[in-house]
């Protein structure tokens, strides 16, 4: 099992940039598939990026292609969210997540408490 918790959100202007570190703590993080999601009020929630271990393999939604980073520090239990040229509709509740195997769109078991973004234009 491994517990999750977010950090880093708050408010910026559009154009921004902000970094959403999770930090996980439990037993054998590298074992697991790391993803953040995201929701936005009156919205479904949605995969926004993931990473995979150990060959890092990632995927990014359509909306976040280009502008958002995930990594992972596997020697610090960590996975990061850099998010760059930040508009509005990005403004949504982020939340850190994992799942044990390959797939990085499969279900996720692990969830986080979630971290606001406010994105103002």
């Known amino acids: 099992q491994v517990q999750l918790v977010e950090s880093g959100g708050g408010l910026v202007q559009a154009g921004g940039s902000l970094r959403l570190p999770c930090q996980a703590s439990?037993?054998?993080?590298?074992?697991?598939?790391m993803g953040w999601f995201r929701q936005a009020p009156g919205k479904e929630r949605e995969l926004v990026a993931a990473?995979?271990?150990?060959?890092?393999?990632?995927y990014y939604s359509n909306s976040v292609q280009g502008r958002f980073s995930i990594s992972r520090d596997n020697a610090q239990n960590t996975v990061y969210l850099q998010m760059n040229s930040l508009k509005p509709e990005d403004t949504a509740t982020y939340y850190c997540?994992?799942?044990?195997?390959?797939?990085?769109?499969?279900?996720?078991?692990?969830w986080g408490q979630g971290t606001q973004v406010t994105v103002s234009s």
């Open positions: 439990g037993r054998s993080f590298s074992s697991y598939v």
């Open positions: 997540a994992a799942r044990l195997g390959r797939s990085l769109l499969g279900k996720y078991d692990y």
């Open positions: 990473v995979g271990s150990p060959n890092h393999v990632t």
